[in-house]
């Protein structure tokens, strides 16, 4: 009997908590958070329980896979590695030497353990990489980098030490990362207030102090009155805004005309209780957190809603506060070298990008891109033609609007790859498959951890795969190998680890104890006065030049959504505990825990169209395309809303459990690649309408 301990990082959701992985005989016997974390508090979230089920799932890809029939009629031969590596590098061969390397292109759910991969395009010489956010937090990305010129992750959510959470737009107790959630329940038992902002009684709203049921998509209304209120009886923290907030004269002047009473009209919530609430808040500062949002790719003016809350926390004085916004610090700031990187293998590619991001869209952060714009490029062949694609555990299909349409943008391509663990609609509709092994059955590049305690991690290979899959590092270096790419070719991943670690002083072995290296010791906070913004004064910019001179306003006058018409909905989405995105519904576990989505529809509202608890209805879109799901009423939700939780409704016949239960939200989003914020990049999911009706 052997018996061993690895550290992990959970990989069934992008928030990625470290593990600790108990393995007995080759097999897993425990998950839990790796106790190193105290936050963790040796627990997992019901997803990273179900990591077994995965492993266990013979219903994923288990071999290469190649093509044979047409693109997504799912007529598959098996391959051989080898056959399967030689046939990509052959495709993308092919594509490089007659359109150029930047005809390929390559997209991924973002994450730690990149450097990698973007190597790998870098080396080959396009500048086509892009990742998922332009689904998910861009919004908050740019809102963030617009005011400061710093990104989303150069602050950290002091929840534990805070004294007032405020949540819109953000479902802390659902959509979770561990570490948080364990954080906020102790504050919360200490005293800290939570006000949650939504337009649906969630679990979060249950256990806060104050819920705020919104109208929805008018936020920028609800904060725009925040504002104003907290500069007109000067609750607002003088000693921040003198040292750190540049133009806010024309703060102060913008925000003059919108009362809360203004904002009652717009949003439905009481302007009593706007003031009241402003009132507490302010009395807490600054140990405030007022969470900028994270699935924020949700109105044409969501970009508008982030930006507004960053100004609110600086308006309280909590950027660098402990129990606010505290800076986070990269191992440079604590004088440790950081990972030597393999992007610096090779220059950046001095081509433009194919989705315009950084000559066509100067106000964009060129790393990530917007793939929602590549994908239309891939369709006009401008700036130029894009043939090649990899889907590198990523699943567009699912997580992009209107995946027929997103099908005909990609007619173009000749050659669709897709990386991944389980199966997708992406996946089944690619020219080759490429299966990932698990997370539990691969290990990873040692990453960094920017935080208050800044740390180098790695995943540790917890059990050997059960099938002929690979862990992503053996497939980038099997490309590279055959596209001429020698530094980017390893026989171990303990090569790749000394690679990276080189000049550090830290060895391998050092993170045999509990799978992190820490630099510093115990947190940073730095201070008042000490800490400068990344903007040319150090200050905050109210006015950004940047987003002016693309002709965005900085301040943006209020204007309602579209609201929808007589008889019908706007469909609204969202996380619960059990599932992650598109791809566990088939997963033994959590299917067994929740097979399907139900409608939240309003109980008034669905009471007068004669609708029953449980009822199953007819959901159809503007289009007239149509599908069923169960009726949830209920009189915690906005009656202009219904609600469902993504990633259901899924067709393809290798995922029996999954098969035909519940409803697809992005199938009712027709062309929805088109409606995206202009100033902040991301596709506007929730301007959307459906109508609910009985089933005859
Ligand atoms: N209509 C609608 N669209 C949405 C959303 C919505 O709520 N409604 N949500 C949006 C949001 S917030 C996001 S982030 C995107 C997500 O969109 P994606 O990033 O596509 O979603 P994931 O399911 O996280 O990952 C996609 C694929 O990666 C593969 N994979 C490979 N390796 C790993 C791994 O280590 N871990 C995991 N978890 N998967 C791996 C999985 O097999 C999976 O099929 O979708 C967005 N799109
Ligand atoms: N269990 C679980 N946890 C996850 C994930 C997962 O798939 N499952 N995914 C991870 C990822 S990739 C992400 S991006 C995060 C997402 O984390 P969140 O952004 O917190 O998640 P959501 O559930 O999409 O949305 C939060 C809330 O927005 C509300 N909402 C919708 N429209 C409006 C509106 O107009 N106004 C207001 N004020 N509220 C509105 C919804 O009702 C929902 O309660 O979660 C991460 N954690
Ligand atoms: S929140 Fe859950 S699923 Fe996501 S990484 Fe952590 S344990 Fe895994
Ligand atoms: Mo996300």
Known sequence: MTEKVAYSICGMCTVRCPIKVSVKDGQVTFIEGNPRFPSMKGAVCPRGAAGKALINDDERPQTPLIRVGKRGEGRWRKATWDEALDYVAQGLGRIRDEYGARAIS????????????????????????????????????????????????????????????????????????????????????????????????????????????IRPGTDYAFNLAVIHQLIRKKLYNAGFVRHYIENFGALEEFVRPYTPLWAQEQTGVPASDIEAFVDELAGAQPSVIWHPGWMAARYRDSFYVCRSIYIINALLGSYGAKGGIPFVSKPGDVGAKGLKSFMDLYPKPKEKRADGVGWKYLHFEEGPGLAHLLFKAMESGEPYPVKGYIAYRHDPLMGYPDPDNLKKLWDNLDLLVSVTFSWSDTAWHSDVVLPLSPYLERESIIATKNSLEPYFFVRQRAVEPRYDTRADWQIISGLAARMGLPELVFDSIEDIWRFQLEGTGITIDDFNESGMVPLAHGPIYKKFGDFKFKTPGGKLEIISKKLESCNLPSLKPYEPPVFPPEGYFRLTFGRCALHTQGHTVNNPMLFEQMPENILWINRDVAEKMKIREGEVVKVEGPDGYSETIKAGLTPLIHPDAVFVIHGFGHRLPVESRAFGKGLADNRFMPKGMDIWDQAGGAVAYQEHFISVSKIA
């Open 106 to 213: 390559f997209t991924d759910r973002g994450g730690p353990f990149r450097d990698f991969p973007r190597a790998f395009l870098r080396g080959l010489g396009t500048p086509n990489y892009c990742n998922h956010d332009s689904s998910c937090a861009r919004n908050v990305q740019h809102a963030a980098l617009s005011l400061t010129n710093m990104g989303r992750k150069a602050v950290e959510y002091d929840l534990k030490n805070s004294r007032h959470v405020v949540l819109q737009l953000r479902n802390i107790f659902e959509s979770i990362n561990v570490q948080e959630v364990n954080d906020l329940t102790d504050a919360l038992e200490a005293g800290c207030k939570l006000t949650v902002i939504d337009i649906r009684a969630n679990i979060s709203a249950t256990k806060a102090s104050r819920y705020i049921q």
